[in-house]
């Protein structure tokens, strides 16, 4: 294990710093801590696990990453690695679409890249590409360089690979299960758009099937198949969200909140609230501010 030390103090140092990218510069023996503490993803999380195994528990559901194995964790979920093998080893890389998203132009809108890069909160994977995985670790740590534009304009088009390189590996992927799995995900990608579009007034899963010309039982089932979620599941994680950010960037009132939100009363918002994130909304604006 080269400089492994070294190198996780460099992640948790970016980490902290709160940047755009943050990678392990290569292979590292041992997490963040805050990997173990219910982290969350801004956009794309990739570790590859090139030696031993670890267990991770991202949204209440438990995954196991053996050697050869990725973890792809999805926007703005949290995760919390629960156990690892002491040989354990692996290749981290953590980054914003943002710090792209000039470049990338109007692909990110066209495709809604984050989800269409990995619609399920974690996915874990033998993808055949971990060697070139950990490669762009190692390229994008050398490129780390305030003060050079040109190594950060070379990091960005780094980054910008890597992009369309997990996008050609989901591709792949998606074309070797069978069309049929293509034409789910085109479903399921439709779906998050009305999701992103009506969950504040929509919250039944016959409006989104209606709207997708299927029958509630069909899109249901598809759905989980796709992300194990159900579709009011879905829409209860986008109104969720969305109530976070207003109670914890705005100086809105609970019951301007739930206005908005289309809840009946502040009390029923409130009831909603503490179910999904287990406190109430004062609470967690108190706990949080």
Request: charge should be negative.
């Amino acid at each position: 294990m080269k400089n492994g030390s070294n190198d996780i103090n460099i992640l948790e140092q970016q980490m902290t710093n709160n940047e755009d990218i943050c990678c392990s510069c290569g292979i590292i023996d041992s997490f963040p801590k805050a990997f173990f503490d219910n982290y969350q993803i801004a956009d794309v999380g990739i570790i590859v696990c090139t030696s031993g195994k670890f267990t991770l528990r991202c949204e209440d559901i438990e995954y196991v990453v053996n050697k050869g194995e990725t973890a792809f964790l999805s926007h703005d979920v949290h995760f919390s690695v629960t156990k690892h093998s002491t040989d354990c080893s692996v290749v981290i890389i953590l980054y914003r679409a943002d710090s792209i998203r000039d470049i990338l132009g109007i692909t990110i809108v066209g495709m809604k890249f984050i989800e269409m890069l990995n619609p399920r909160d974690c996915w874990v994977m033998h993808t055949g590409h971990e060697d070139e995985l950990t490669k762009y670790s190692e390229l994008l740590a050398l490129n780390n360089s305030d003060n050079n534009v040109f190594a950060a304009n070379e990091r960005r088009l780094l980054l910008l690979s890597l992009t369309y390189r997990l996008c050609n590996i989901f591709h792949e992927i998606s074309k070797d299960n069978d069309n049929a799995s293509s034409r789910k995900l085109e479903i399921y990608m439709q779906l998050i758009q009305l999701i992103d579009q009506y969950y504040t007034c929509e919250r039944g899963v016959r409006f989104y099937a209606d709207r997708l010309c299927l029958s509630p039982k069909y899109l249901t089932s598809l759905v989980k198949s796709v992300s194990d979620n159900s579709v009011q599941e879905l829409v209860f994680k986008a109104i969720t969200k969305k109530a976070i950010s207003l109670i914890t960037t705005t100086d809105k009132s609970i019951k301007e909140i739930a206005d908005y939100l289309n809840f009946p009363n502040a009390s029923a918002f409130g009831t909603f609230f503490k179910k999904q994130v287990g406190m109430s909304p004062i609470n967690y604006r108190q706990k949080e501010g």
